[in-house]
């Protein structure tokens, strides 16, 4: 949905400024979609390279995480962990 351009500019003004005042971002659905299925990926490729294909098999488990912030704590977790189970403790 579009709106007129006024209201546009009228609401891209109110969210420059919630921004600065709260200094928070505004990230849109899609922003955060697209930032989701990159942790996703990172994180495939992150088990597989460290654990193999048994790795993978927790890969659905991960998948049905949508916190952001938990997923890239797995992602940076996986450096450090020294099994799948060390792993899961951090999400589950």
Known sequence: MRLPEELENSF???????EEEKKMPYITSVEKRGIREGLLQGIEIALELKFGSEGLTI???IVQIQNVEILRA???????????????????
């Not at 797995?74 to 589950?92: D, G």
């Open 12 to 18: 891209w003004q109110e969210v420059t400024q919630y």
């Open 59 to 61: 890969l659905p488990e």
């Open 74 to 92: 797995i992602l940076t977790s996986i450096k450090t962990v020294n099994t799948l189970e060390e792993l899961r403790q951090i999400y589950q």
